[in-house]
């Protein structure tokens, strides 16, 4: 591995991406600002430029709405036109504390900023423009998690729903499969559309038509009910208490709870919060048969019984006990022992993987930022260097990518990664990464 050249790569990525005030993922596959990708983003940037990393959250925060949500795409520009679901598709403007500019989607992705603000802290820990910033900013980020509470947990039992599986970042994961599969489609009432998202990237790596009118069919039960109407707890079919979505949540709220008090500021509310999610977490989201943490299913009343990436997320915000993590912790090392990068998306053992298909198998770098900071929080110091040096032999070889292959005897076979290129997540990730000696 070449750090520097790494880095430089990693920097003019970046640098190329940033736009008036946030930085794109990736050129033609998503020109917006989506809202964990900059939290990511952010971190990466906190290592050379301190003041986009702050304007990237403060632009993330301006497309707040006045419940709280930080919807999961902001669309700054209304003149690009190559991205389907579009602004005019969303028509957030059904919701009343919807802004009117930035127009935005309706739904919200994982909460990651608490967490992203308390790194920017830990690369800067005097800077003082950061610390009015997270002073300014704790607010925001709390009337979010608020937000999470309180219209998606109706029976206050300390997990969040989501009811679209873009929520979840892990769009097509198989575990949404049973759930996608109640939708019945009527044909007559689903509006027509294009994606474009096939004419740019390769369609053998993306989600499905069936599986896309199947988001479409969510986007518009969330548009009948404002995107945040009592009816979708009532009437979505997909109803998910996903277990990364709330390890984010959980995560982030440690993270609120120590700058609250570095600073000075009310943590009750938050203290609060996580005391009950934590337990519940554990309790709830278990599955012993599987060694590992599930997403539950809140219309079929059950766990959702698959071996995948959420689960082990559960490390990065310390929920396992030992015994626990130590399950986790060998499921990954024999995968790596059977030949697979770490960490697969997806159960490499199950029917349902993929190991080109988006999220049904590839190695994605932000999870491995995660998984390999979680992995430190056990002391697991070998799985964690693997984690780490799987993902930068990976980008070292195959470029700057969206996601990767995770079959290790089908990279001699390959000459780039999968999905969009000169990825920021991918690069804001793997420069934090190198930053580790
Ligand atoms: C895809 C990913 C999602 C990500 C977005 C932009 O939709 O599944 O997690 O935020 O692309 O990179």
Redesign the pocket.
Known sequence: MDREFLSNQAKSILRANWRDGFTI??GK??PFQ????SGFVSIGLGHYTIEKAILEIGTLFSGQWANGMVP?ILFHSEKEKSYFPNYDFWESQVNPGAPDKPKSSGIT?PPVHGFVLENLLQLHPDNERLHRFIKKYFSKILAYHRFLYQYRDPEREGLIFIYHP?ES????SPIWDESLDRIEIDYNQLPPYQRRDTSVANASERPTSYQYDRYVYLLQLGKKYRYDGPEIYQESPFLVQDNMMNAILIKSNESLIRLGKRFGLNTKEVEEWQQQSKRVFDQKLWEESLGTYTSYDLRGNKRMKYKEIGGIVSLFASIPNKEKAKRINDYLMSLHDRGYYLCPSFDPDSSLFDSKR??RGPIWPQMNWMIYKGLLNYDYHETASIVRGDILELVSKLGFY?YFESRKSDIETISKGYG?GN???TASTIFDLISVK
């Open positions: 993922p990736t596959l998503y989506w809202n964990w990708d999961h992705q873009w970042g892990r769009d097509n988006y999220w969206e969009g990825f920021s997540w």
